[in-house]
């Protein structure tokens, strides 16, 4: 298959989809905070199942996954484009790519999939994860620290280094009180914190500071206790191998 296959295709996907809509997981989605924009109630398994059937017929073409996904991001649906994610080539995705697709999120479900699925393994992953924590627009944000979240878990080659910048990044932005915000600085300060035993300490300390600089602000008092109690906890402690 290749390129020219990627749009009959995408229609095709797009039509399962639509078969699998259920209009009755829209309740429960919308009261996890889930948008219902372009949203057909699609069950998870389901957009699996379709990623693994369209990569089976894509074959080991890289840019005819490329393309599919295009197609099916473009398409505007909620599910179509956590299946986009789940189906594009990493080494293939580009600034602009990143970029654009960040600025149609709307969701956060949407948001983790395409960090998680795809971005945390493009070439730009770990510029992304600083520079778009300063944006302010709400779900970039969230993309950034979910980036530093998953790069967290999954770049098993990064120096600790690299995750110190991001720990000033959470303690910048303490103070958002928007939900998927302050939720998202909170997983990539726990995910640093858990990392590695002097990470841990660093983890800590910066929740520390941000209870010192902001007594009473309930998002970064929310934000540095939530983590601390998982950073501090013995399970934690004893698999991280933390000293004394």
């Not at 995408?10 to 259920?22: F, I, K």
């Not at 779900?139 to 720990?167: I, M, P, Q």
């Amino acid at each position: 298959m290749s390129v020219d296959d990627a749009a009959p295709l995408a229609q095709r996907l797009l039509g399962e989809l639509r078969e699998n809509a259920n209009p009755g997981n829209l309740e429960g989605m919308a009261r996890y905070g889930i948008s219902l924009v372009g949203t057909l109630g699609v069950p998870m398994p389901v957009v699996r199942g379709l990623a693994r059937e369209a990569k089976r017929e894509l074959g080991r073409d890289p840019q005819a996954r490329h393309a599919l996904a295009a197609l099916l991001w473009s398409s505007e649906v909620h599910e179509a484009r956590i299946l986009a994610s789940l189906i594009d080539e990493p080494s293939l995705v580009t600034d602009v790519q990143m970029e654009e697709w960040a600025a149609d999120l709307d969701s956060w479900d949407v948001c983790d999939g395409l960090v998680n699925n795809l971005l945390r393994r493009a070439p730009l992953a770990w510029d992304k994860a600083v520079a778009w924590t300063s944006r302010d627009a709400e779900y970039v944000k969230r993309a950034g620290f979910v980036l530093g979240a998953t790069l967290a878990v999954h770049d098993k080659d990064a120096g600790d280094d690299r995750f110190s910048e991001l720990l000033g990044l959470s303690e910048r932005e303490a103070t958002d009180a928007r939900n998927v915000v302050k939720k998202a600085v909170n997983w990539q300060l726990r995910q640093i914190g858990k990392r590695s035993w002097p990470l841990n300490a660093e983890a800590i300390g910066t929740c520390e500071r941000i209870l010192e600089a902001h007594p009473t602000d309930a998002t970064a008092r929310w934000i540095a206790r939530d983590a601390l109690r998982e950073l501090r906890s013995e399970a934690v402690r004893t698999r991280l191998g933390v000293p004394g």
